[in-house]
C-alpha cells in the first residue's frame, strides 16, 4: 500500500500469507472485491502515467449541481458576514483581504469558485496556527487470526449435555490459533486497529509515517479512523443535529472570523450537508430499520459526511457507497479525492461496483483473493498486470468489473492460448504476484521508505510533529497530556447532554406512553388497595400497596438495559472517533434522566399514594417520594452497570432476571426478615430495595396509634387486661395498637434506621454510578468477538466437514466461466413450477403525504403504473428519490401519514389480505442473532 505525501513518499506492501477465514462467512463476490486505495497526493513521477486519467476528475467543483452550488454560495456568504459583523480584522481573517481579493473568492460574484473558497478556507485554519494533519500507513507480513473451531455449529440440547465429554477438544479449539481471510474489511479493520476479537500475526508490522499502530491507538484515536460498512446513528435525532454534534465534538479550539464554537460547527455542518446533497434533510430524522427516517442512501451519507466532519488524517471507508446511486457514489469519491489534494488527507476504500469514472480517481489498488493480496499498484497498471497474466478483458468491461471478475472462477475469460498457463487458485494467484517484478519494485520502495521512517531519531521527531500539529486543535489546558479527544470533558459533557435532550423530544412519543402506561398501573394498583382503613384490618394491605409501589419503581429501571445497548454500537463509533469519552455521554444521559423521571414518578406515585389512602400528610408524602426517587436512580445505575459489564443484550438480560428474583424475594415482604434462612438471609444487606421498604414502612407506621379491628376474646365491652388485638405488636389491655411495635414486631423494622438507610441508598447510587462511569469507560465495545456464520449440525457444507477429501476431479485445473455455467445448465434440477399467476396490480394518483415538524411534505405525488405476471419492472431513480417509499406503499407497510389514490387489484380495490399475500424483501437484512454471532 502506497501514501506520499508533499516531502515524501510512504510505499508500503502488505505480504499477506496464506490465510483460512475461520467461518467462511462471506460470499464469493465479497472475498474478490478490490481494495481501492486513494492517496493524499499525486504517485511518484516515474508512476506519473497513473495518473494521467485523474486529472479530468480532480477538478473538484465539477461534481456540485446548481442547487448545491447555490447553497454553497449562501452559507459561504452568510459565514464571510458572520466575520465581518463580529468584529473580525480585515487583513487577518476575512476570506476577502482587500489586498488579495479574487473574483473566484467573493460569494456574491458571477466567478465564485467553491473549490477556491475551500482553499481559502484552509489558508484561514492555517494562519490562526491549524495545521492538517498527514500521515500515511505502511505494513508488512499482515496475518489476521481469529480464535477457535473453523467450524461453528448450533447448539442444541444434546450438544450442551455432551459437552464435559468434549473438554479436551474444547480446549485445543480454544488454544488453536486459527487464520482469517483478510476481507476488504478485515484489512481496513486491522490497518486502524478496529480488530474486534482478531488479532495480528506476530511478524505483522503496521505504522503511520513511523509512529506504531498502539501509539496511534492510544495517543491519536481520533486521526485513523474507520467507517463501517453498516450505519449506526441515533435514530431519533435529525440529519442536521447528528452532523452539527460531530463538527462541535471535533471543532478546534481557535476561532476563525471570531466566531463562536457553535456557529463555526453548524457552519461547517451545513457545508459537509451541502455537498454531500443533504440540505433537504436538516430536520428530517436520520432513522434505522424500524424508525422511519432518511433514505438507506441518505443515511449512508449522512454516515460518509459525519465521518468528514471529523477531520481525520486517514480514513478507512468500508464499502461506503453501499446504498448509493452511481452519480452519488461519483460525488462521494471524488469529495474524497478533494479531500486529498485540499487537506493532504489519506483515504482507503473499498468499493463494490466501481465505474470506470469513480475507479480512475484512486491513485492505488489492492486486489485480495481469499485472503491473500494477488496485486497491489498503481491503479492503472492494475488492468495491464492481470491482462499479462493471461486474462481476457472484455473491450467494455470497467477495471473495477475486470479485477473482481478476475478472482471469480465462474466470471473469468482466459486468452486463447493461455487456459494452461493462467493462474487458477489462490495461491498461485499470489505466487505470481510475488515473482513479478512490481512486488519487487514495491518492497524496495517499501524498503527504502522504512529506512527513512524507522530510525530511532526519525520517529521522535514525526511523533513530536504529530503531536503538535494535533494539539493546536485541542481545547488548552483542558485535556490531560496526549489525550486523543479535541475538547475537554466538562464540553463534551454539555455536548452529550444537550444531545440527550433532542433525542428525548425526538421521541416524544415514546415518553408519552411510558407516562400513560404508568398512570394506566397506578390506577389498577390504586383501585386494588382503594381507601385502605386507618386500623389494624389495614395493615397488611398498606405493607402490600408500599411493597407494590418500591418495585414499580425500581423495577421499571430495568429497561435501562435495552436502551444502553441500543445507543452502544453509536457510543462505540463516536469513541473510534475520539468525539468524547463515553462515561461523558453515560454520565450525561443520567442527568438528562432527572426530569423525565421526576414527572413519570410523580404521576404513578401521586395516584397510588392517594388512591390507596397513606397517610396524608405532607412531611409523610414527600418523605415517601423522596425515597422511590432515590430508588428508581439506584437501581438504574445497578441495570446500567450490569448492561456496561456484559456484551450481549442476551448475557445482560439472563443475569438481570436472577437479580431480580433476588432482589424481589429478600426485599423484606414476601419472606419477612425473622423468616428468612440464616444462609441467604445476607443477601438482604446488598439489596437496595430492602433499604428503601424499610424507609417506607417506617414512615407510614411511625408515630401513629390504630384501632383494633378484631380483639380476642372478641367480647363487649372489653374489660381491664383480659383481652387483646388479633395483630402483631399489640399490648393485652389495649384497644389500640402502635405502628411502631407493629413494624418492629412483624417487620424488624425501626424508625431510628430511615434516614441511616437513606445514606446507605446514597453510598448505593454513588457506588454504582462511578462503577458504570468506570466501567463503560473501558469496556465501550458491544462485542468482544469476530463475526462468524453458525451452521445447523445437519447442514454443514461437506467442505468443511473435518473428514472431506477432495476428489480427482476437484484437484484438477479449476474451471473457466463458460464452462461452469455450461456445467450448471446440464445439472439443473427438474423443479415442479408454481401454478402461473394472473393477477394485474395498477396503482393511479397515489400521493403520500407526512408531518415534519408541523410542516406537511409530500414524499409521493400523482404517481401511476402497473405490472403484470411474467414480467420485471425496475423502479430507477437517484438515492433519495422515494423508490422505498413507494414499494413501502404499494405493499401496504407503511404506518404513518395519508395515502390518497386509487391501487386495484384485476381492478377491485385491496382488500385486507393484500398484504398477507404480497412479498416484500426490504432494504434492510433484518434477522434473529444466534449466540452473539451473524445469523
Excluded at 517484478?437 to 514495491?442: G, K, N, T, V
Excluded at 386500623?535 to 419503581?553: D, E, H, Q
Amino acid at each position: 500500500m502506497a501514501e506520499k505525501t508533499k516531502d515524501e513518499t510512504q510505499t508500503t506492501t502488505n505480504e499477506a500469507k496464506d490465510v483460512t477465514q475461520a467461518t467462511a462467512t462471506e460470499t464469493q463476490d465479497e472475498t474478490t472485491s478490490p481494495t481501492h486505495l486513494e492517496n493524499d497526493q499525486t504517485p511518484q513521477p516515474e508512476r506519473s502515467s497513473s495518473c494521467s486519467s485523474n486529472s479530468s476528475h480532480r477538478s473538484s467543483p465539477s461534481h456540485i449541481d446548481a442547487s448545491q452550488r447555490s447553497e454553497l454560495v449562501r452559507l459561504a456568504t452568510a459565514f464571510t458576514q458572520t466575520g465581518h459583523a463580529s468584529g473580525a480584522q480585515v487583513q487577518s481573517c476575512s476570506l476577502l483581504d482587500p489586498i488579495d481579493y479574487s473574483p473566484e473568492l467573493d460569494p456574491s460574484h458571477t466567478d465564485f469558485d467553491v473549490s477556491a473558497w475551500l482553499r481559502r478556507f484552509i489558508e484561514q485554519l492555517q494562519q490562526q496556527g491549524i495545521t492538517y494533519r498527514r500521515t500515511g500507513v505502511a505494513f508488512r507480513h499482515l496475518d489476521v487470526y481469529g480464535s477457535g473451531a473453523a467450524l461453528q455449529l448450533q447448539s442444541t440440547v444434546g450438544s450442551v449435555l455432551l459437552t464435559p465429554l468434549r473438554l479436551p477438544e474444547l480446549i485445543r479449539a480454544r488454544r488453536k490459533k486459527e487464520p482469517r481471510h483478510i476481507l476488504h474489511g478485515t484489512l481496513l479493520r486491522a490497518l486502524t486497529g478496529e480488530l474486534h476479537g482478531l488479532k495480528l500475526g506476530e511478524e505483522a508490522s503496521v505504522h503511520f509515517t513511523g509512529i506504531p499502530l498502539d501509539r496511534m491507538r492510544k495517543e491519536f484515536r481520533g486521526e485513523i479512523v474507520y467507517n463501517q460498512e453498516v450505519d449506526k446513528h441515533f435514530a431519533h435525532l435529525t440529519v442536521g443535529q447528528t452532523l452539527e454534534f460531530a463538527a462541535a465534538a471535533r471543532t478546534p479550539s481557535s476561532r476563525i472570523q471570531g466566531m463562536s464554537r457553535r456557529k463555526l460547527s453548524e457552519h461547517v455542518a451545513r457545508v459537509v450537508m451541502t455537498v454531500f446533497g443533504l440540505s433537504h434533510t436538516y430536520n428530517t430524522k436520520v432513522g434505522s430499520d424500524f424508525v422511519r427516517g432518511v433514505s438507506g442512501g441518505e443515511r449512508k451519507r449522512v454516515s460518509i459526511a459525519e465521518m468528514v466532519v471529523a477531520g481525520s488524517p486517514l480514513a478507512a471507508w468500508d464499502n461506503s457507497t453501499r446504498g448509493l446511486d452511481s452519480a452519488t457514489a461519483f460525488k462521494f469519491v471524488q469529495s474524497l479525492r478533494m479531500t486529498c489534494d485540499l487537506a493532504s488527507q489519506t483515504n482507503l476504500v473499498a468499493i463494490y461496483q466501481a465505474s470506470q469514472a469513480i475507479y480512475d480517481l484512486f491513485d492505488k489498488a489492492t486486489v485480495l483473493y481469499q485472503g491473500r493480496q494477488i496485486y497491489f499498484g498503481p491503479a492503472s497498471q492494475a488492468r495491464r498486470f492481470f491482462e499479462d497474466q493471461g486474462w481476457h478483458c472484455p473491450p467494455r468491461q470497467t477495471t473495477g468489473d475486470f479485477l473482481t471478475a478476475v478472482t471469480n472462477p465462474s466470471e473469468r475469460r482466459a486468452r486463447p492460448g493461455m487456459e494452461d498457463r493462467v493462474p487458477r487458485t489462490p495461491a498461485e494467484f499470489e505466487t505470481y504476484w510475488r515473482e513479478s517484478p512490481d512486488y519487487q519494485a514495491l518492497k524496495e520502495d517499501l524498503d527504502e521508505y522504512e529506512e527513512r521512517t524507522l530510525g530511532g531519531e526519525n520517529v521522535r521527531e514525526t511523533m513530536a510533529e504529530f503531536r503538535q500539529q494535533t494539539e493546536a486543535f485541542r481545547a488548552p489546558h483542558r485535556l490531560r497530556p496526549r489525550s486523543p479527544y479535541t475538547i475537554g470533558v466538562g464540553l463534551q459533557l454539555t455536548l452529550n447532554m444537550r444531545r440527550a435532550y433532542q433525542r428525548i423530544r425526538g421521541d416524544m412519543s415514546a415518553k408519552v406512553a411510558q407516562i400513560c402506561s404508568d398512570i394506566f398501573m397506578a390506577l389498577i394498583i390504586g383501585s386494588l388497595f382503594y381507601n385502605t382503613p386507618n386500623a389494624t384490618v389495614g395493615f397488611y394491605s398498606k405493607g402490600a400497596v408500599l411493597f407494590m409501589a418500591v418495585l414499580m419503581n425500581a423495577l421499571t429501571a430495568i429497561s435501562e438495559i435495552s436502551g444502553l445497548y441500543e445507543q452502544r454500537p453509536v457510543v462505540e463509533k463516536q469513541r473510534s472517533y475520539a468525539f468524547y469519552h463515553p462515561a461523558t455521554e453515560a454520565l450525561a444521559g443520567v442527568v438528562a434522566d432527572i426530569p423525565i423521571r421526576f414527572v413519570t414518578s410523580a404521576c404513578f406515585n401521586l395516584i397510588v399514594y392517594f388512591l390507596s389512602n397513606l397517610w396524608r400528610s405532607a412531611g409523610q408524602f414527600f418523605l415517601y417520594y423522596m425515597v422511590v426517587f432515590m430508588t428508581i436512580f439506584v437501581m438504574s445505575a445497578v441495570f446500567r452497570t450490569l448492561a456496561a459489564a456484559t456484551k450481549t443484550i442476551s448475557q445482560a438480560m439472563a443475569f438481570a432476571g436472577i437479580m431480580v428474583l433476588a432482589l424481589v424475594m429478600y426485599t423484606g415482604f414476601a419472606i419477612r426478615v425473622p423468616q428468612m434462612h440464616p444462609w441467604l438471609s445476607w443477601i438482604r444487606w446488598i439489596n437496595p430495595i430492602f433499604y428503601a421498604f424499610e424507609i417506607l414502612v417506617a414512615n407510614e407506621f411511625h408515630g401513629h396509634r390504630y384501632p383494633c379491628s378484631s380483639l380476642i376474646p372478641n367480647y363487649s365491652p372489653p374489660e381491664g387486661n383480659s383481652f387483646i388485638c388479633a395483630i402483631t405488636g399489640a399490648v393485652a389491655g389495649e384497644t389500640t395498637v402502635s405502628g411502631d411495635s407493629f413494624i418492629m414486631a412483624d417487620y424488624r423494622y425501626s424508625w431510628s434506621h430511615v434516614w441511616r438507610n437513606y445514606g446507605i441508598l446514597w453510598a448505593f447510587l454513588i457506588a454504582f454510578l462511578v462503577l458504570y462511569l468506570f466501567t463503560i469507560e473501558i469496556n465501550s465495545s458491544s462485542t468482544s468477538t469476530a463475526e462468524a456464520l453458525v451452521f445447523p449440525r445437519s447442514h454443514v457444507p461437506p467442505h468443511l466437514k473435518p473428514d472431506y477429501k477432495e476428489s480427482s476431479s476437484e484437484k484438477g485445473p479449476a474451471l473457466d466461466g463458460e464452462a461452469i455455467i455450461a456445467e450448471r445448465s446440464t445439472n439443473d434440477d427438474q423443479v415442479n413450477a408454481l401454478p402461473p399467476q394472473t393477477d394485474l396490480f395498477t396503482w393511479r394518483h397515489v400521493i403520500y403525504d407526512i408531518e415534519i415538524k408541523g410542516k406537511g411534505r409530500r414524499l409521493l405525488d400523482h404517481v401511476d403504473g402497473w405490472v403484470k405476471p411474467g414480467t420485471l419492472t425496475a423502479l430507477m431513480g437517484v438515492s433519495g428519490a422515494g423508490k422505498t417509499t413507494l414499494l413501502d406503499v404499494l405493499a401496504q407497510r407503511t404506518t404513518m401519514g395519508v395515502i390518497t389514490g386509487d391501487m386495484l387489484v384485476n381492478g377491485k380495490p385491496l382488500d385486507a389480505s393484500f398484504q398477507r399475500k404480497t412479498g416484500y424483501v426490504q432494504q434492510q437484512g433484518l434477522h434473529l442473532h444466534l449466540q452473539g454471532g451473524i445469523s
